[in-house]
């Protein structure tokens, strides 16, 4: 509940200043991507006003505004905490571009997994030259007789359990680029560790 205000320029009304409360913390976004979490939700800021700030009542920069997955009329803004977005700036600064940690796989729908009784992401791709084709990572194929053998099921990274594909983006969010990390698999029925880069 505490008092924030949002300045932006909706409609190319510069430093529209809005005033509101934060109503809500560590919401989530869906993104490009990947999902945007711990989400700042508040009545200081609207869709119109993406791009702006979100100040707090020391003046201080708490967020960056974000567009709402879904502006109609929804008097609910949001806005990506500051520590996000400040390493999101350092990366566009040092290479031109964010550079988020990533396996390179494809991914089964979470129900294959829960429908089987077990928990963890399905590998089903692994490209050639990604980093879990580095790591050694092997994809769900068929074999010669067509039956389908499944691929590697990624149950934890860096002493992290992963239960799901939200975990292990989580867990990804919170490394750098090129960083080795610890991959727990489930191969064959069996409990092994590679290494990824």
């Not at 945007?36 to 200081?44: F, G, K, L, M, S």
């Not at 700030?53 to 997955?69: C, K, T």
């Not at 040092?94 to 294959?112: C, D, E, H, K, S």
Request: proline share 7%; with cysteine.
């Amino acid at each position: 509940g505490a008092a924030v205000w949002g300045v932006g320029n909706p409609h190319g009304l510069d430093h529209t200043l809005t005033a509101g409360l934060v109503s809500g913390l560590g919401r989530q976004l869906p993104g490009s991507c990947r999902p945007i979490r711990n989400v700042i939700q508040t009545t200081a800021a609207n869709a119109h006003q993406a791009g702006g700030v979100l100040l707090n009542s020391q003046a201080q920069v708490v967020g960056m505004i974000a567009a709402s997955p879904d502006a109609r009329g929804c008097p609910l803004g949001f806005a990506v905490p500051m520590e996000t977005v400040q390493g999101l700036i350092e990366q566009i600064m040092l290479f031109g571009r964010t550079m988020r940690p990533t396996l390179g796989i494809t991914y089964a729908p979470p129900q294959v997994l829960r429908q089987a009784g077990a928990s963890g992401v399905l590998v089903l791709e692994v490209p050639a030259g990604s980093p879990a084709a580095a790591a050694g990572l092997r994809p769900t194929h068929r074999d010669i007789f067509g039956d389908i053998i499944l691929g590697d099921v990624i149950v934890g990274m860096e002493n992290r359990v992963v239960r799901d594909v939200p975990d292990l983006i989580t867990i990804l969010d919170d490394r750098r680029a090129g960083d080795r990390a610890k991959l727990d698999i489930v191969r064959d029925g069996k409990a092994t560790s590679l290494t990824v880069v």
